[in-house]
């Protein structure tokens, strides 16, 4: 019959394959859209629940013995306050940090004791980075870096006729002469003119510190007071770490 022949055979299967073929096209078309539309709605309800949301309360904690009190959602933090007292601080420790780092810079080519180089290499380290953040400090408050930069702000930037005034109002730091001498000494006497300068100052950083404090007002900023209290007990215990190498006889025997 017609119905059997080879070529309607093959006509009806390929027609049954397009019929099936449109069928899965339109199933899978219909999956994307349930989908999209899924993702729709999901992304509306969100957004109706961030909308409906309440808004954050910001709580300012009372004074002890004193109620907590509700802020207005706009409320925006602010750095603490600080006093002058602190960035005069700041500013002068970052000149007295430096000079101790200019100090231990000098170790390696002035002296093979090997006590003082691993103390002079933790001194430098540490009071690098306490520059750095010190530096940090000031320019979040938008103060100069310096105590030369603010005594030159109403005079010729050029004029560096300041900068001796300023070391001079820092306890502790060595004195153009001593530093002088420092640089020419070698060996043995570097050693003991190392450890008698760096004690004095670190002496001269604790007379800062106590300074600060004795200051109304001053020292309230808590990254300021966790600094100047780290530094002060840091401070104490190297110097009876040099106290202790500078008694030692003789320091010929640590070469």
């Known amino acids: 019959m017609f119905s059997g022949s080879p070529n309607w055979n093959s006509y009806c299967f390929r027609g049954k394959r397009k019929l099936r ?47 907590s009190r509700t802020l207005p959602p706009s409320t925006k933090g602010t750095l603490p306050p600080r006093s002058q007292a602190d960035v005069e601080f700041m500013q002068g420790m970052i000149m007295h940090h430096s000079q101790a780092v200019e100090m231990t810079a000098l170790i390696t080519s002035h002296t093979e004791n ?37 005594g030159m702000s109403d005079m010729d930037k050029s004029d560096h006729s300041s900068a001796p005034m300023a070391m001079a109002l820092m306890p502790g730091m060595l004195t153009p002469e001593q530093m002088d001498a420092l640089r020419k000494a070698k060996g043995t006497e570097f050693d003991r003119l190392f450890l008698i300068g760096m004690i004095q100052h670190h002496n001269g950083a604790l007379i800062m510190v106590k300074d600060l404090f004795d200051n109304a007002g001053a020292g309230q900023d808590a990254d300021l007071f966790d600094f100047a209290t780290d530094a002060d007990n840091t401070q104490r215990a190297e110097i009876k770490i040099m106290q202790t190498m500078l008694e030692k006889k003789p320091l010929e025997e640590k070469r």
């Open 21 to 67: 073929s449109a069928r899965g096209s339109a199933l899978l078309c219909g999956m994307l859209l349930a989908a999209a539309a899924a993702v729709f709605l999901a992304s509306s309800t969100r957004a109706q629940q961030v909308d409906s949301a309440p808004a954050p309360v910001v709580v300012q904690p009372g004074a002890p013995g004193k109620p």
């Open 114 to 150: 090997k006590d003082l180089r691993s103390l002079g290499a933790r001194i430098s380290s540490s009071q690098s980075d306490e520059i750095k953040f010190m530096q940090r400090w000031l320019a979040a408050r938008g103060e100069p870096g310096s105590m030369e930069m603010a």
